[in-house]
């Protein structure tokens, strides 16, 4: 799912180069698909890597990880199903781990609630992970499991 048809284009174009041949795309906003074209306990996991963080205080409103959103995910979710996210963000990691500790439906994979988890080896290596150890930045794993 994106929004951003130069970045439809762009994995259309690696599509193409690839032998995968199983791949549904929408280039719509992301909240609307889920909440239209999916239905609850249907999907295994979800993935979302390093979301804009919107820095200001005024724009944090614009952040995709929000209540709303993950009890959509959540209900969308199969039992044992879970939701992967990761920032290099810090501030936006602690709003992530307030956001997912307050959903019932979920729990932390995590010792603790408000740790992360290590990097699992399917995590793609991002380039806005990249940039932000470049820049000094740590980078959280959260995962939380329905029940």
Not at 25 to 53: M, N
Not at 95 to 118: G, I, T
Request: net charge neutral; proline share 7%.
């Amino acid at each position: 799912i994106e929004v951003h048809r130069p970045g439809v284009g762009r994995l259309l174009s690696q599509l193409m180069d690839s032998t995968i041949a199983n791949v549904r795309i929408y280039g719509e906003d992301a909240v609307e698909v889920l909440a239209h074209c999916l239905t609850p306990d249907s999907i295994d996991a979800f993935h979302i890597f390093f979301p804009d963080p919107w820095h200001k205080k005024k724009h944090h409103k614009r952040r995709l990880i929000q209540p709303a959103l993950v009890n959509l995910l959540a209900r969308l979710l199969r039992r044992q199903g879970y939701l992967h996210l990761a920032t290099d963000w810090e501030p936006y990691a602690e709003h992530m781990f307030d956001v997912l500790n307050d959903e019932p439906l979920l729990s932390s994979r995590a010792s603790d609630a408000r740790a992360a988890v290590p990097r699992p080896a399917y995590r793609p290596e991002t380039k806005f992970e990249k940039r932000g150890e470049r820049l000094g930045h740590s980078v959280w794993d959260l995962i939380y499991e329905r029940a």
